[in-house]
């Protein structure tokens, strides 16, 4: 097992490095093209087959616990908003949003179970049915945002962005704890589609004359995110 060291600036110069290549917007030395696509809306959807191709480039690297345990929990967490969102676009119907990020997120969590099975590691989602989770603070956490998405448009609008903003700090804080580069390579990029979910959430609730507090990230990171444009890569 690997030992645990963290050096930052150089995890985040590679970090950058590896996130232009895989998500260059045309052109450049990439052969595979964009692994995230990222529509006039904001929702942000990765191609299967092209970022298998992108991490076939890379040597699989010795694994530590911390970045086991932290693909079983992404794999959760991005299952999570796909689950709540799929449950929004049945009961509100009228607003796209939810239909569409909701298949969105099939792609997220779909990027993460492919660094499961490149690490040959368990799925912690196998054999489970939709809404249902291994971990129990995701199966407490699914029950919660669903019942608060079913009280109004307006509420489930918020959980949306609740649930993009948790993904954010998440994210954030995993990566933290990984110096794979394959695993840095895929985490950026949903983060990229986290900070684009989160705004495209933010348009339609106000567009809708509702309001958020940000409960898990800081107002001005919050507010600095909700002001900028979508990202569409490198």
């Not at 030395?29 to 006039?40: I, K, R």
């Not at 569409?100 to 993460?112: F, G, R």
């Not at 903003?165 to 949903?190: H, K, S």
Request: hydrophobic share 45%; proline share 4%.
């Amino acid at each position: 097992m690997k030992r645990m060291t963290r050096r930052q600036p150089l995890k985040w110069l590679l970090t950058s490095i590896l996130a232009g290549s895989l998500i260059a917007c045309g052109g450049g030395d990439d052969p595979t093209g964009p692994a995230m696509m990222v529509n006039a809306d904001g929702v942000s959807t990765f191609d299967a087959s092209v970022l298998s191709a992108t991490l076939a480039t890379y040597a699989i690297q010795p694994l530590s616990t911390a970045e086991a345990d932290s693909l079983a929990f992404m794999r959760e967490e991005e299952e999570l908003a796909h689950a709540v969102y799929a449950a929004s676009a049945t009961r509100w119907p009228a607003l796209p949003i939810f239909s569409n990020i909701a298949a969105s997120e099939t792609t997220h969590t779909a990027t993460v179970k492919a660094l499961l099975d490149r690490y040959q590691l368990a799925d912690p989602l196998a054999g489970l049915p939709l809404g249902t989770f291994k971990a129990p603070a995701f199966q407490t956490l699914y029950a919660d945002l669903v019942a608060a998405s079913s009280v109004s448009l307006l509420e489930a609008l918020k959980v949306g962005v609740q649930i993009e903003e948790l993904d954010i700090r998440d994210l954030a804080a995993q990566m933290l704890t990984i110096d794979n580069a394959d695993i840095l390579l895929v985490y950026d990029n949903l983060l990229r589609g986290s900070r684009n979910h989160l705004r495209a959430y933010m348009k339609t609730l106000a567009q809708q004359g509702g309001s958020y507090t940000p409960q898990y990230i800081s107002q001005a990171e919050f507010d600095a995110i909700v002001n900028s444009s979508m990202e569409t890569g490198r």
